[in-house]
């Protein structure tokens, strides 16, 4: 399995930006599919972005398409989110994770999470 670890997370106001990193060791990070979900209070675990293992492919929910962007660096063994224009119901834990080939936006394709790392936008 691969180990993850986020950071970059913390309070922002409302159309502010933040920067999530994940750095991953473990299984060949370059030849797994990456993702990003969120957890609010009381709600499911949703979906955010994806990126294939060689990042020629992304995909986005439809609330963050235009506002977030995932990118990795294989060579830093490292997946990027950034958050631009955030808005207060973006607040949540959000979380990385690995999965094979073909992961994309169920969180039952990934097998490996990292902790997560919490996100507050105030209005």
């Known amino acids: 399995q691969v180990q993850l670890v986020e950071s970059g997370g913390g309070l922002v106001q409302a159309g502010g930006s933040l920067r999530l990193d994940c750095a991953a060791s473990g299984r060949t990070f370059s030849s797994s599919n990456m993702g990003w979900f969120r957890q609010a209070p009381g709600k499911e675990r949703e979906f955010v972005a994806a990126?294939?293992?060689?990042?020629?492919?992304?995909y986005y929910a439809d609330s963050m398409k235009g506002r977030f962007t995932i990118s990795r660096d294989n060579a830093k063994n490292t997946v990027y989110l950034q958050m631009n224009s955030l808005k207060p119901e973006d607040t949540a834990v959000y979380y990385c994770?690995?999965?094979?080939?073909?992961?994309?936006?169920?969180?039952?394709?990934?097998?490996?999470w990292g902790q997560g790392t919490q996100v507050t936008v105030s209005s």
């Open positions: 994770a690995a999965g094979a080939y073909g992961s994309r936006s169920r969180v039952y394709e990934y097998d490996s």
């Open positions: 990126i294939t293992w060689s990042g020629s492919n992304t």
